[in-house]
Nanobody
Framework: QVQFVESGGGLVQPGGSLRLSCAAS????????MGWYRQAPGKQRELVASITTIGSTIYADSIKGRFAISRDNAKKSVYLQMNSLNAEDTAIYYC????????????WGQGTQVTVSS
């Protein structure tokens, strides 16, 4: 079955950095646009970054210039390098495949908590 396992979150001070990882299984990883989503407390889950099969990227305005998405098709993994973190980045981060800016699969991982606080 489809499975996403996210890792790499934690507590970081404002201005700090984290690198998130997501390992996918049960899908033909190499054919999908992959994305990172986040859900902050009291808010809907939103797509913040996506990467095509050939490495083209799109970012939400809120993270542009601070975050970088990458992928390793051989490892069926997608990554999110997060720099210059601020309190507004506090959220649970998830990965999923993306189709027409919507999550492709109904199955979500447990996510990884990112908390930015001094």
């Amino acid at each position: 079955q489809v499975q996403f396992v996210e890792s790499g979150g934690g507590l970081v001070q404002p201005g700090g950095s984290l690198r998130l990882s997501c390992a996918a299984s049960g899908i033909i990883f190499g054919i999908y646009v992959m994305g990172w989503y986040r859900q902050a407390p009291g808010k809907q889950r939103e797509l913040v970054a996506s990467i095509t099969t050939i490495g083209s990227t799109i970012y939400a305005d809120s993270i542009k210039g601070r975050f970088a998405i990458s992928r390793d098709n051989a490892k069926k993994s997608v990554y999110l390098q997060m720099n210059s973190l601020n309190a507004e980045d506090t959220a649970i981060y998830y990965c999923n495949a993306v189709v027409s800016n919507a999550p492709r699969f109904n199955s979500w991982g447990q996510g990884t908590q990112v908390t930015v606080s001094s």
